[in-house]
């Protein structure tokens, strides 16, 4: 009994862990894909600024993710991992070349556009890699025993490639969105332009993801569609409809903090739309979250330690968030 | 292609490779955070602008290498699962959560203070501002005890027992934790870290030094980073016999690879210093050895007896000749920073630190001794436990993903290129840090308006010191 409530509240720890990753990283990923439409050096430099004290930081919730799903669930970890072999390594690599861009392009003036090149396609490699990682890990993986049993381009499929775009425009969305939080003047302008541009290929992105979902499987289809479970799961459409009008009001209006805080809570809802897809899989269709569960000693000593720290964590994440709260001034540069 | 190759050797490849050069990055921030604490604890403590000065020069180091070590670290924590998907399923539940508090106690620690230890000095004021430096410090420090512990239980695995599936289970975490080798792999391994940070710290004073031996940031770096030496590297010779006690203890086999003692001797085992280990043949050709003094170093008896790898199964040894060698590369270079440390406390003595451009040559060119020692030490370790992943339980065959070797061959290939493109220039960067020497009114990587010490300097009153100290 006790070793059942256990997965259930990692699954959600995990879930948690992931979506932090997202809404951070996201928005920080987003703003190197958007680095090609801000040419000038004096935006890019607010840019970076905007965002450099807190990066690192954002990463974290990441290596948090995967290390929590080995600890956590080892099984779930052990076949997922090979079986996104390539879009595993793809991020990782995609992480490093945007991760150095950070500190190296203040440290060279002739080869400066060479980190921007590096921050732009690191950030655009390692956001398709997540989002196509996450198409696969929907369509489920073929697993033998306690191993995958694929091959090494079993996730290559036009859905995985439609979520690797989606999310590239998702975390467009939120990169532009923080934009006209942090920035003024010129700059802001060109951040409420594209976040009207990403929000509608975000909307399209939603759609055609939803729309294509059910087809997998058909527990999908069950799932979403069965009565009385559409009960529960309608709202999450509906509340997308007003999530949108909201974020299009507010952009129409140029708000400055509320259009980043509703494309989060768009995110949100679409990760709550996955998470009753997959619910209660890990590996979707084959491993459950209790057949993966580590041991309940495991995952109680690891328990101890998220109660005490993550709340922890959170403070004094957002103290740093507070000490760099405001604008950023693009006369503050001075490299 | 690739498809003849082993997979498994491939992927071994892969994790020796991107391990290698991720560990350079953590050994010297490791030192270089506990330096920079003492240096703004010594700037608050004195107001003495010179403190601060080198407080900022070497922040923007540490910079460059923190996001280094970051970004090669998210690559380790995910190749558990990519390429050692079998030994994360079976050890996922032991070693995961050694793995998970690193991350919640440290790697959490060090980012959030980060960004205010860079950028925020001018934000929240000295105090707060040196709060952060050590709270960064302090999360450099948790991550190798977390690390070392997962690591060391690979090594000497206790406290667990094996369920069902075959996944190792904890049955007393705290003999987890504690295993028996993990105090004498921590204290190894961060007194390598704070030496091989003193090594470059003290290499860089002595660059500049022999240019100008009367700037006062490089003297006063450069005495600190001698001191380091001189106290430090003593007890680590100390640390590393205690440490080689426990392994001949807990892991004999790879004593004897470290040994070349293929054979067994009955009264009194010699101590090779240096000849060929031959692996297939079973012998060290062309051996210089003293007799028995191997046994009086390992048992501190001349006639104790030493078992040699002749009572192992071959399938179990290590591959002796990496092992042999870079263990003498390691206790070679160890001795040569000790001796970099008497020579400066000599030269300390006769009031010659500073003027002594033998011991400023020496010093320079043991700059880089510290990452190499580190290197060889880990490649000892780690190729001595060998053909274990969890040491006599877990063979490294059985412990790897079921990927084709063009998937891995693909993936080795690709790191190769992008670190060597990646840290090639991010060292290019530090040098050229490290190549002008610090000035009065140094400024922080701080992005945003210079921080002007004059502004934010802590004890009221205090005299900027100029470059003429």
Do not use: C
Request: without cysteine; neutral net charge.
């Amino acid at each position: 009994m006790i070793a059942i409530d256990l997965a259930i509240i990692w699954a959600f720890i995990i879930a948690f862990a992931v979506f932090v990753y997202v809404v951070m990283d996201g928005f920080d990923l987003g703003l190197g894909i958007l680095f090609p439409l801000f040419p000038e050096k004096r935006d890019r430099d607010v840019i970076m600024n905007s965002v450099a004290p807190v990066w690192d930081g954002n990463e974290t919730w990441l290596v948090l993710g995967g290390g929590g799903l080995m600890a956590a669930f080892p099984l779930a970890y052990a076949v997922l991992m090979p079986a996104l072999y390539t879009p595993m390594i793809a991020m990782l690599l995609g992480l490093v070349f945007r991760g150095v861009a950070f500190e190296f392009r203040w440290r060279t003036t002739k080869e400066r556009n060479r980190w921007d090149i590096a921050f732009f396609g690191g950030s655009i490699l390692a956001t398709l890699a997540q989002g196509i990682a996450l198409g696969a890990i929907l369509q489920g993986v073929h697993v033998e025993g306690r191993h995958y049993g694929g091959g090494w381009w079993d996730w290559l499929t036009p859905f995985s490639i439609l979520t690797g775009v989606s999310l590239v425009i998702g975390y467009s969305l939120l990169g532009a969105t923080w934009l006209v939080m942090k920035t003024e003047g010129a700059l802001r302008d060109r951040a409420y332009h594209l976040s009207w541009i990403f929000l509608l290929a975000m909307l399209g992105a939603i759609g055609a993801v939803s729309i294509a979902t059910p087809f997998l499987h058909v527990q999908y289809t069950h799932r979403w569609f069965a009565w009385p479970n559409i009960l529960l799961t309608a709202p999450v459409p509906v509340a997308v409809a007003a999530v949108t009008v909201l974020l299009l009001r507010s952009l129409a209006n140029k708000y400055d903090y509320q259009p980043f805080f509703l494309a989060l809570a768009l995110f949100a809802l679409s990760y709550a739309g996955l998470g009753i897809s997959m619910y209660p899989y890990v590996v979707p269709q084959s491993i459950t979250i209790w057949q993966a569960a580590a041991p309940a000693n495991s995952q109680l000593f690891m328990l101890v330690g998220v109660a005490g720290l993550i709340p922890l964590i959170l403070g004094y994440t957002a103290w740093a968030y507070w000490v760099f709260r405001g604008k950023v001034k693009p006369e503050s540069g001075y490299h | 292609m690739f498809e003849g190759w082993d997979a498994v050797v491939l992927a071994r490849a892969q994790f020796a490779f991107t391990m290698s050069f991720h560990i350079i990055f953590p050994a010297f921030s490791i030192g270089l955070a506990s330096y920079l604490a003492v240096l703004e604890a010594l700037w608050l403590a004195t107001g003495r602008e010179v403190y601060i000065n080198l407080f900022n020069y070497w922040l923007k180091i540490f910079a460059v290498a923190f996001g280094m070590g970051v970004v090669s670290g998210i690559v380790m924590s995910y190749q558990f699962g990519t390429n050692w998907s079998a030994f994360s399923d079976k050890t996922g539940p032991v070693i995961g959560p050694l793995m998970a508090y690193e991350v919640l106690t440290a790697f959490f620690l060090e980012a959030g203070f980060l960004g205010v230890m860079l950028f925020g000095l001018n934000r929240v004021g000295p105090r707060l501002h040196f709060l952060a430096t050590l709270m960064v410090a302090i999360g450099t420090l948790i991550s190798a005890f977390w690390i070392l512990s997962a690591n060391s239980w690979m090594q000497t695995p206790a406290g667990h027992t094996v369920n069902e599936a075959g996944q190792f289970i904890a049955a007393d975490w705290l003999k987890v934790i504690f295993n028996p080798s993990f105090p004498y792999r921590l204290v190894h391994m961060v007194l390598a870290a704070y030496l091989t940070t003193a090594l470059v710290v003290g290499a860089v004073g002595a660059w500049h030094l022999l240019r100008d031996r009367h700037l006062a940031g490089p003297r006063v770096m450069f005495s600190m980073a001698m001191w380091m030496a001189t106290l430090v590297a003593p007890i680590q010779i100390l640390a590393g016999d205690q440490h080689g006690l426990n392994t001949l203890e807990h892991q004999p086999v790879k004593i004897m690879a470290m040994e070349g003692h293929f054979e067994s001797h009955k009264d009194g085992a010699p101590l090779i210093l240096f000849g060929l280990p031959n692996q297939s043949a079973g012998r060290v050709d062309y051996a210089i050895e003293v007799p028995k003094l191997g046994s009086l170093i390992l048992k501190h008896s001349l006639d104790a007896p030493m078992a040699g790898l002749d009572t192992v199964p071959r399938e179990n040894w290590p591959p002796v000749p990496i092992t042999f060698w870079s263990f003498r590369i390691m206790v070679g270079l160890g001795f040569l920073i000790a001796g970099l440390g008497l020579f400066s406390l000599l030269m300390r003595l006769s009031g010659k630190l500073y003027d002594s451009r033998l011991l400023h040559m020496f010093a320079l060119l043991m700059g880089p001794a510290g990452f190499m020692a580190v290197l060889a030490g880990w490649i000892t370790t780690e190729t001595g436990r060998q053909p274990y992943t969890v040491y006599g339980l877990l063979r490294t065959v059985e412990s790897a993903s079921p990927l084709a070797a063009p998937a891995v061959a693909s993936s080795l290939i690709a790191f190769i290129i992008v670190y060597f493109a990646v840290f090639t220039a991010g060292i290019i960067y530090l040098l050229r840090l490290m190549a002008a020497p610090p000035h009065p009114g140094e400024e922080g990587p701080s992005h945003e308006v210079p921080i002007r010490t004059a502004g934010i300097t802590p004890a009221a009153g205090a005299v900027a010191e100029g470059a003429a100290r």
